[in-house]
């Protein structure tokens, strides 16, 4: 990869991409049905799953709400 493709990579938004404001207002309901069943969260919010993939820092958000609810099954 050149830098070149590099910077048109960083550059890129998907589409499908909703966007940080419309995946963190259902964060939580996607974290809640990935930990339920990570397929169908992916199917209705696919364009927070792109984001997702995209956004690391969002990322984090979610992997943290997940540890928070396999800490809340061990705890019952």
């Known amino acids: 990869m050149t830098d070149w ?7 890129h938004t998907d589409p499908a991409d909703v966007g940080c404001d419309e995946a ?9 049905l990935t930990h339920a069943d990570p397929a169908s969260a992916r199917v209705r919010y696919p364009g927070v799953a792109v984001h997702l993939s995209q956004c690391g820092p969002c990322a984090e958000d979610l992997a943290g709400l997940l540890r928070a609810l396999v800490a809340d099954v061990a705890d019952a």
Do not use: G, K, P, T
């Open 5 to 11: 493709s590099r910077v048109e990579h960083f550059l």
């Open 24 to 32: 963190m207002a259902v964060l939580e309901i996607y974290a809640e």
